[in-house]
Nanobody
Framework: QVQLKESGGGSVQPGGTLRLSCVAS????????MAWYRQAPGKERELVAI???????YYANSMKGRFTISRDNAKNTVYLQMSNLKPEDTAVYYC?????????WGQGTQVTVSS
């Protein structure tokens, strides 16, 4: 059973930075994609960024230029570097991994952006 564990969330002021980490229980090189999603209170979960096994990436429009997704296969870890954070980035951020037809989720980490 694949387990994903997020960390790195917290409270930050507008304009600040955070780096989220997602550690997988096994090799992440076996996943087709890994991604970060987020869910704000009262809203649906939305895609933040994807990184494919090829290393190519995709970002939701509102995150382009502010967020960077990366992976370290040796550490079985995917990162989300977030900069110039805005109050609307406040949400629970979830790590997602897909292998074949199976999708796996972490428990989430809270990010709060407030002055």
């Amino acid at each position: 059973q694949v387990q994903l564990k997020e960390s790195g969330g917290g409270s930050v002021q507008p304009g600040g930075t955070l780096r989220l980490s997602c550690v997988a229980s096994g090799s992440i090189s076996s996943f087709n994609t890994m991604a970060w999603y987020r869910q704000a209170p009262g809203k649906e979960r939305e895609l933040v960024a994807i990184i494919r096994s090829t290393g190519s990436t995709y970002y939701a429009n509102s995150m382009k230029g502010r967020f960077t997704i990366s992976r370290d296969n040796a550490k079985n870890t995917v990162y989300l570097q977030m900069s110039n954070l805005k109050p609307e980035d406040t949400a629970v951020y979830y790590c997602n991994a897909v292998r074949s037809t199976n999708a796996y989720w972490g428990q989430g980490t809270q990010v709060t952006v407030s002055s």
